[in-house]
């Protein structure tokens, strides 16, 4: 059994963790590719730092702080204390002593002529990671935010981190544009998971940030949209909130509404020219099963916070039988409701 | 009064404490200009290093762990250690959090167009250092050590950092060879701090990896030679031993005695077309100055080891005398034996 998977970060981490332990746990041949996004990449100090695919591969390796949700665990801060001492900027961005080794290494793969995916894959044999981990691409892509100046009101764009980090989202996002993304090509073996996935994953990473710009990268969508396998996502909205970081702030920004409901509709029903199949809502959006059945999603509902014991397992069994519900479903041309 | 020096790694920084103790106890307006070794910088990790640079920097700012004799006080290494565990090469080089930091904003600074000058000055400036650090040139100059194969007997040249931090300068050594140098132009304020000097100064450093590579930048030779002033330098040999690091495997490589003497003659008499007027000898070595006084050097001896309380600023107060005992005999026309 093939699956590829979208992934932001620790969201996505953390319910990669879950499907790991699941798929290990049977004696048949699993293989899992992870779809990483990099359109929150940044320079910083000179160095490349790939916020999202290390999270992953933090988490999966077992070398993340996963209460701080980015970052490496027994972590210190040294070389950014100094940094600030010569009066570095930015001076908003945090990256630890142990962070900062990965993106020494990785800008040194780079300017040595490495593409991004070469780079993350020699990366990722330290962490003797069981799933393949692939950039989204090896072309530069930037989540930017147009917010306005609250000045003179004028618009500007700035880097997603710069809003997200530096301002806590709080600066009102009228768009989000994926810069680059029209010219970039999905990395080598991306197309190929897609096309050979049994199952295809959208985790419960932010769908404006984390998401769209993978989706934005020519060629991705298209290839989920014509893939034979079920496409299942987990709602990152968890009782109206999302469950960590700023959703709501991005969600509101492209006049989506922060609920489970809310953003199973923006992805929308892949019959419908959308992304999913099915859809797994946590227990406290309840309300949202029905309405989303009603329109033809294979809909599930359970404990969706991976903080608490064994949820991420149990995610990850139930998003594989979900997966089969909407085969099942698709051969015999029935609905579930 | 101005002073221009020439400035290997840790012996040169501590003779330059003890210069700016002495000069800034004074009444008089005293300027200090230090040409700085840039041959054994280094790319490591993509990160430009410069040992020397730092050394000056960081014992003159008063962050330096000068037992150790590089790098930081309260030096941590877990960057070092990340790096490692990635298996980054080379893996025989330290590099310290708190030092890594320097690299890393002195890298994105050339990377983003300004001279090494130009960002040796910014990084000063968060020392406050109490003297101008010039690195002797721009431009890239790397002292190369030409050993032989022990297996084929074939001669190949290697990095001097991987000759002295790897071999632990125990490949025998054929030569010494400055790639770059003869192509390369002081750094912007060189000559001119050489011209106007009223002292000349050459510290207890490497003659052959520290002062050498500085006097092969065309230009820096004939400035000195030319410069009225006196030039007194300081025996970095003491009691037949260099005082750190391994100058007696330089000196033998170039046919030189590793003693007070030894050092003097090779660095030559400057009526003789050589560099020194003055030389410094540690009390361990008197039999040196009756030699070389009988060649007509202008000899002084003391206590030279820095680590001994006081020493620094003695010997910088005698460089200064000497000088002086310089422009007088020359003036009289009469040497001081």
């Known amino acids: ?21 699941v798929t290990t746990s049977t004696h048949e041949h699993k293989s899992i590719t992870v779809v990483g996004n990099t359109g929150d990449d940044i320079r910083m100090f000179g160095l490349q730092v790939c916020p999202d695919l290390d999270s992953v591969m933090y988490t999966l390796g077992g070398g993340a702080d996963e209460e701080r949700g980015w970052g490496r665990q027994d972590e210190t801060f040294t070389v950014l204390e100094e940094l600030r001492r010569y009066g570095a900027q930015p001076d908003w961005f945090n990256l630890g002593d142990r962070d900062f080794a ?3 290494i990785r800008s040194q ?13 020699a990366l990722s044999t330290r962490w003797q990671l069981p799933l393949d981990l692939i950039p989204m691409s090896d072309d530069r892509v930037e989540t930017h935010v147009v917010v306005g100046d609250s000045q003179s009101g004028a ?48 985790p419960p990473s932010n769908p404006v940030v984390s998401i769209a710009p993978i989706l934005a990268v020519p060629g991705i969508r298209a290839a989920i949209a014509q893939s034979g396998a079920p496409v299942v996502g987990i709602s990152p909205i968890v009782g109206g909130e999302p469950v960590r970081g ?23 029903r892949r019959e419908d020219g959308g992304l999913l199949d099915g859809w797994i809502v946590d227990s406290l959006d309840s309300e949202a099963v029905q309405p989303l059945q009603a329109q033809g999603f294979i809909v599930a ?25 909407v085969s099942t479903t698709r051969s015999s041309g029935q609905p579930t409701r």
């Open 301 to 325: 509902e359970t404990d969706t916070i991976f903080s608490h014991p064994g949820v991420s397992n149990a995610v990850a069994q139930l998003t594989l039988d979900l997966g089969r519900a």
């Open 1 to 21: 059994m093939q699956v590829a998977v979208l992934a932001g970060g620790i969201g996505a981490a953390r319910f990669l963790k879950g499907l790991v332990d």
């Open 246 to 268: 700023m959703a709501d702030q991005c969600l509101q920004a492209i006049g989506v509404a922060t609920s489970a409901q809310g953003v199973a509709e923006h992805y929308g």
């Open 109 to 121: 793969m780079i300017a040595a002529g490495y593409s991004l995916s070469k780079v993350t894959q």
């Open 155 to 202: 618009k500007k764009a700035i880097h997603f981190q710069e809003w997200w980090v530096k301002h806590r989202a709080e600066l009102p996002a009228h768009e989000f544009v994926y810069i680059g993304a029209d010219q970039a090509r999905p990395a080598s073996g991306i197309i190929e998971a897609i096309r050979d996935a049994d199952l295809i994953v959208v």
């Open 102 to 104: 990965t993106h020494i």
